[in-house]
């Protein structure tokens, strides 16, 4: 199960845990994904959409459903 955004196509960014003593391990930067039901294009699907973009469609809400594609 892929951990990318079905709206923007954001995925998790890698960087480095940085110890006190500045030893570097590698560690993933995770979406906050979250499951909800849309109505995309007058039909009800199913989407993971990360919380930037449910923002961003609470304060532009006609906008950004019609400009939802898949991918």
Known sequence: MSAR???CGRKPQYGNRV???NRKTHRRFMLNL???RLV???AARN???CTRCLRTMVK???ATKAAVTPR
């Open 5 to 7: 955004c079905d709206v």
């Open 19 to 21: 110890s006190h003593s």
């Open 34 to 36: 979250q499951h909800r």
């Open 40 to 42: 995309i294009e007058g």
């Open 47 to 49: 989407v993971k959409i």
């Open 60 to 62: 532009v809400p006609k």
